[in-house]
């Protein structure tokens, strides 16, 4: 996996702290993907006013809308 945050998405602190959310949600959802997958996410200048649970939920759903999630949904 690969983040890619520009400089646009804000400070030196700021694009760590996005980086750093994208990678604890992939590392929670990386047992329901499909596996041997490759994946960049490329952050824009929104991503810094959201939270962890936003990133991870959005990223949730761009799996499942890709159809590379595996894992059946809880309730």
Do not use: F
């Not at 804000?10 to 929670?28: D, F, L, T």
């Not at 047992?31 to 929104?46: E, F, K, M, T």
């Not at 810094?48 to 649970?53: K, P, R, S, V």
């Amino acid at each position: 996996m690969a983040i890619v945050v520009p400089k646009a998405c804000g400070n030196a602190v700021v694009r760590n702290r996005i980086k750093r959310w994208v990678r604890e949600s992939w590392r929670i959802m990386q047992s329901d993907l499909s596996p041997g997958l490759d994946s960049v996410w490329i952050a824009r200048p929104p991503a810094a006013q959201t939270g962890w649970e936003i990133i991870h939920k959005e990223m949730t759903r761009l799996y499942q809308r890709a159809g590379l999630w595996v894992a059946q949904e809880k309730s």
